[in-house]
């Protein structure tokens, strides 16, 4: 028995909540109480210059007339579903790609993930430089395949100006999401390298072609670490809001295509007014979605993860 | 008192285990594609840099350059974008990021750095305390708090942030450092979650004669467990580090005078003063921030690589 397990329960409670104390004082300071309190407020009318007005349930009545609330949900989903999607199957097949032991291999994977390494305030202004619709790297790429294209079909296809062209804003993101792919594949690197050598030989005994063994034993294998992933990548997708609100000025871009929850969510908390009563509104409303959304992914998880022992 | 090193927990760190995946694309294939990729992801990086050298008339060449024309030029060029010259009275003569007189680079910088010293110093602390407290206590009512402390991790930031401005308000601290490192010496989910596991891996037989020994439970935190988790504490000083280099939201609300602002915050001022700024400028401030945490990953990369790792294996 060692100095943590000996003594009463009550005195082993009370060593145990002093080594913990610095986390559940901040817990409590720092993240229950400003939940409470914006629980609170959230029924209020509040504008910080005044004392808050109680408004009952009005703050959330009113979120369901708000064009740009319902805005924002659809720019933000679309996000989230195109940029947790696509950057999942993505990593995963960077990872298995990666997953070998060749020389000079250390350098393709740093390449990868050192995007990832990039500030994200930096990261938006470079971007905003390769979207560029006139000098951009990305179009300048982009023009002689459009010159071979509009030779042969007489037509005048261009590159789109990526950020000025709302329709073009949203692939533009998500994009540039895929290129910051790199902690997932990390991480699924280390899952594939954890599944067990004799499962792949079994699965060579058993006649399996390549295809199928990655669809039958690879995934199952790492579908754990692929659950986890998605969760951390819906939360962050839900919270866009660095990139978006530098490249747009903090305005959210032509025709709000750029304007996502938190951006929308901080406007009306030190902007608009401020009507911090109704941004505490949009808070607990967000915090319910990310919620959902875990528990979501736990409940369709329970017939596709498969957990070993 | 001798105490063994015990083995370091197993985590696949760039492995080097051949694997069955191997067979599945012929080499020339594999590499074929690993350098097409490579280079995509790469390029925006080569571009920031590329146009961080340039005259400010280069920028907009069609199609695109690599290298300032003539090549010769790029050392004074690169020394005019990124320094700039004042004369003797301090006025702008080349305007370059480092002397730029409206956007303070020098104060951004000097002001990330003492929230980032203030905030990964009490991360760590705290951290390291609450973690203990976690692995190597056993106190009733200790699984349902882990699993409050996990769960908080799943809380986004923008749904605390407004009522958290007004608590900082009510303390005067709003227009201060204060409410960004504050907060760090309070320990957080992922950082003990991290630090947890890695004394878990360490062997309680150790404790047990230590306690044998008549070492309290101050003692076996303070010989045996600390430091055996250097490299642990490492991983959660450096990824502090990075979310401080990298937070733009928390300073965008918190800190009210331009001469608080943190380089995140900084930077986005080139951006915002629109079309002012000129694109040769805007990546060679950016570089300047990308740069350092770059440096910092390639002289980190051993511990960098294996807290992700561990993030993730065991979630």
Not at chain 1, 162 to 167: D, F, P
Not at chain 1, 191 to 196: F, K, T
Not at chain 2, 35 to 62: A, D, G
Not at chain 2, 154 to 179: E, Q, Y
């Amino acid at each position: 028995m060692s100095a943590g397990e000996t003594g009463s329960p009550s005195r082993r409670l009370f060593s145990g909540l002093a080594w913990i104390s610095p986390w559940l004082v901040g817990f409590l300071v720092f993240l229950a109480f400003p939940l409470l309190l914006s629980f609170r407020y959230s029924l209020t009318d509040y504008s910080i210059l005044e004392s808050p007005l109680p408004i009952g349930l009005e703050n959330y009545r009113q979120l369901l007339d708000d064009p740009t609330f319902w805005k924002v949900m659809w720019n933000t989903a679309v996000y989230a579903i195109f940029t947790v999607g696509l950057g999942t199957v993505l990593a995963i097949l960077l990872a298995s790609l990666l997953n070998r032991d060749i020389p000079g291999i250390g350098i393709f994977r740093t390449a990868i993930f050192v995007p990832t390494l990039v500030p994200l305030v930096a990261a938006a202004m470079v971007w905003m430089w390769l979207f560029n619709g006139e000098l951009g790297l990305i179009n300048a790429g982009l023009r002689p395949l459009f010159t071979v294209v509009n030779a042969a079909l007489g037509t005048d296809f261009r590159g789109p100006a990526w950020l000025e062209e709302a329709a073009w804003n949203m692939p533009a993101l998500v994009i540039m999401s895929l290129w910051m792919v790199g902690r997932a594949v990390v991480i699924y690197l280390a899952a594939l390298q954890g599944v067990p050598q004799d499962m792949y030989e079994a699965s060579a005994i058993d006649g399996m072609g390549r295809a199928r063994r990655f669809w039958h034993v690879t995934l199952p294998m790492i579908s754990p670490v692929i659950l986890f992933n998605v969760i951390i990548a819906i939360i962050d997708a839900w919270q866009v809001f660095a990139v978006p609100y530098v490249m747009t000025r903090g305005i959210g871009g032509p025709e709000k295509a750029m304007y996502f929850y938190s951006h929308y969510l901080y406007d009306n908390a030190f902007l608009f007014g401020p009507r911090m009563g109704y941004a505490c509104a949009l808070a607990w409303v967000q915090l319910a979605i990310v919620l959902c959304l875990t528990g979501l992914t736990f409940w369709v998880s329970r017939r596709y993860v498969f957990y070993r022992s | 008192m001798t105490v063994q090193r015990p083995a370091q927990p197993r985590i696949p760190l760039w492995p080097r285990k051949r694997s069955a995946a191997e067979t599945a694309l012929p080499r020339w294939v594999a590499y074929t594609l690993l350098t097409v990729v490579s280079v995509v992801y790469i390029l925006p990086l080569i571009w920031m840099l590329s146009t961080s050298f340039k005259p400010e008339n280069q920028t907009q060449t069609n199609p695109p350059t690599w290298l300032p024309d003539p090549v010769s030029i790029l050392p004074q060029q690169a020394y005019e974008n990124y320094v700039g010259t004042v004369d003797e009275q301090g006025r702008t003569e080349i305007r370059g990021v480092w002397t730029d007189p409206v956007i303070d680079f020098p104060l951004y910088l000097r002001n990330t750095l003492i929230v980032a010293a203030l905030s990964v110093t009490g991360m760590v602390i705290s951290s390291a305390v609450v973690a203990f407290g976690f692995a190597r206590i056993k106190w009733p009512g200790r699984g349902i708090t882990f699993a409050v402390v996990l769960s908080t991790m799943m809380i986004p930031f923008p749904v605390i942030m407004a009522p958290l401005f007004l608590i900082f308000r009510s303390l005067d601290w709003i227009g201060t450092l204060l409410p960004l490192w504050v907060p760090a010496w309070f320990a957080n989910g992922f950082n003990i979650f991290l630090l947890r596991q890695f004394y878990m891996s360490i062997p309680k037989e150790l404790d047990e004669a230590a306690t044998i020994d008549g070492c309290s439970q101050f003692g076996i935190f303070w010989r045996i467990i600390l430091p055996l988790s250097k490299p642990a504490l490492a991983v959660v000083a450096l990824f502090h580090f990075m979310f401080v280099w990298n937070d733009f939201l928390g300073p965008l609300v918190f800190l009210t005078h331009q001469e608080d602002f943190t380089l995140a915050l900084g930077l986005q001022l080139y951006q915002s003063q629109a079309g002012a700024t000129p694109w040769n400028l805007l990546m060679a401030a950016s570089t300047m921030v990308v740069a350092p945490v770059l440096l910092l990953f390639f002289l980190t990369q051993r511990t960098f690589v294996k807290g992700i790792a561990t993030e993730g294996i065991k979630g």
